[in-house]
């Protein structure tokens, strides 16, 4: 029996594919889960208003299929940051945080991950940050009431793109309903800019680690790479994560428009199990 899940980026897969196609993709190449994409395009910024009916006919896909969705990755409030000085857009933000949250209640999402930013499209500042601690303080509330986990993504930009930063927001909120979801090869780029290591970063994180993006990186690049390609040192990540009590994975990955992404599916899930399985073997 495996001691780990492995979920699928739904990024990863063509976007034109029907929910049942990439859920039996997910199930064919070897994954437990997929991990669902609100970004900040309208397309998927509707699934929040999903009627009862549509909830209800993808639940019981996810039955159908044996492949549930049971994280959602967040990255919508990079157009709508709860943190932003116009109050507009910070109202349009909690909105989508509130919709978001009764949507993987709906669904059973466990795990909301909330992109690392107070402001995105705007300059950070004192206010900004300010602005983003209230609101998210209203935010895991909301999530308190309903059960769900809302854990920061490390992202590119300097607000937080380390565990160490997420660590301080996350005690500052101090609730079990904020957590850490850390992506790897965010950090590993953050680390290797700053002269420090990625491994101690993440350890700063102990006992806040939900899950871990996996994902490949360079320097000055983190993103549209595949697994081997980058710099990101997987094996130690995985080992370092999985002795913090880490037992929930994605790879994260994009489409890239070519006949063989089916392959990279696979490909994917293959490289990453083998270090998983090799983790659990040595923890049995």
Known sequence: MKAYSLGLYEKAIPSTLSWKEKLETAKICGYDFIEISIDESEE???RLDMSQSERLELVQLMFETGTPIRSLCLSGHRKYPIGSKDPKISSMGMEIMQKTIQFADDLGIRIVMLAGYDVYYEQSDQQTRQLFLSNLKKSVDLAAKSGILLAFETMETEFMNTVEKAKEIV??????YLQIYPDIGNITNAAVAEGKDVLLDLNSGFGSLVAMHLKET???QFRDMMYGEGHVNFSEAIKTAWTMGV???VTEFWYQENDDWKD?????RIFISRLLNKEQKNHA
């Open 44 to 46: 998927k910024l509707s």
């Open 171 to 176: 005690m500052h909120i101090h609730s079990p």
């Open 218 to 220: 360079k320097p000055g």
């Open 247 to 249: 037992r929930r994975f």
């Open 264 to 268: 990279d599916v696979l490909f994917s």
